[in-house]
């Protein structure tokens, strides 16, 4: 979705609408002055209803700006990211067991990250919206790989029970696509979004 652009101007703060500790240094990566903002859009309750991986996405990402509209900055940010396997989508493991479940599941396997995002704005009521996916290789791991890493932790908030950003990196053989979309906010999709809405980022 794209409502075309205006004068161009410099975009210096946003808000965001998502906890992902990794969207806001994305974001800060940019020179942006970041507001966290909780859109209190609950994913679970959302995501029985869509059969394809990538309209749930962006729906997620629409929902949470839509509940996060009147909050912080005028230009806001919201996205969601899922890991897709056979078919299956693989969300935040359960526990640790649940972790190393899902990092079986995807030794030695291709699986495809797929992240939404919507930019809105609200000064003019414009946004532009889309999909960004990429496809990720694991090399093959054993049990005590699995252990070790669901040990330290960093699988436990992330989609698919992996941080591409941390040494969920060292799990990878090989990437196709945007690494930033596989951290959770495809930063050049991101960028033309925003010019498109009349804002630079550069």
């Given amino acids: 979705m794209n409502d075309g652009a205006s004068q161009e101007r410099a975009a210096s703060s946003v808000a965001l609408a998502s ?19 909780d859109s209190g859009y609950d994913e679970l309750e959302h995501a029985g209803r869509f059969a394809d991986p990538c309209e749930m996405v962006l729906a997620h990402a629409l929902g949470k700006a839509a509940h996060a509209v009147d909050k912080g900055p005028p230009l806001l940010v919201a996205a969601d990211t899922d890991v897709v ?33 919507v930019v809105v704005d609200r000064a003019t009521g414009r946004s532009c919206s889309g999909v960004e996916s990429a496809q990720v290789t694991f090399g093959p791991l054993d049990e005590a790989q699995i252990a070790r890493y669901v040990e330290s932790g960093e699988p436990l908030d992330k989609a698919g029970a992996y941080g591409i950003q941390g040494r969920g990196a060292l799990l990878v053989a090989s990437i196709h696509g945007d690494f930033y979309t596989v951290m959770g906010l495809p930063l050049a999709r991101l960028g033309r979004a925003f010019a498109s809405l009349g804002y630079e980022l550069l």
């Fill in 85 to 117: 396997l056979d078919g299956a989508v693989l969300g935040k493991p359960r526990d640790a067991a649940d972790a190393a479940a899902m990092l079986r599941r995807l030794s030695g396997r291709q699986h495809v990250v797929h992240t939404g995002f």
């Fill in 19 to 37: 906890r992902s500790p990794r969207r806001l240094q994305l974001l800060q990566s940019l020179g942006l002055a970041v507001v966290v903002v």
